[in-house]
């Protein structure tokens, strides 16, 4: 059993960064591929990024790629999401996720989730 708390989201200006963070309260991440989605409501959750459990394997929705990067520390147990060049339209609650498999980008293949964490960027 694995239990995911994500942490740092917050309110941030157009243009701006955030680091989310997602750690393992109870369990290992070191043999799990990781991601994050994000879902506004009244809206399908959606794929933001994959990293494999070595971290050698990472994968970017087409609206992300190249703003944002995933990592993973698997000695500290946790995986991050920096988020730079922020829109308004990334606005949403930011999910960790983690597969016993390989990672994929369908929310419905996950087996362990956070929370979420709350993102905002101010116009």
């Known amino acids: 059993q694995v239990r995911l708390v994500e942490s740092w989201g917050g309110l941030v200006q157009t243009g701006g960064s955030l680091r989310l963070s997602c750690a393992a309260s109870k369990g290992t991440l070191s043999t799990l591929d990781m991601a994050w989605f994000r879902q506004v409501v009244g809206k399908k959750r959606e794929f933001v990024a994959s990293i494999s459990f070595g971290g050698r394997t990472k994968r970017y929705s087409d609206s992300v790629k190249g703003r944002f990067t995933i990592s993973r520390d698997n000695d500290k147990n946790i995986v991050e999401l920096q988020m730079n060049s922020l829109r308004p339209e990334d606005k949403a609650v930011y999910y960790c996720?983690?597969?016993?498999?390989?990672?994929?980008?369908?929310?419905?293949?996950?087996?362990?989730w956070g929370p979420g964490t709350q993102v905002t960027v101010s116009s």
């Open positions: 996720a983690a597969e016993k498999g390989v990672a994929t980008m369908s929310d419905s293949e996950y087996d362990y």
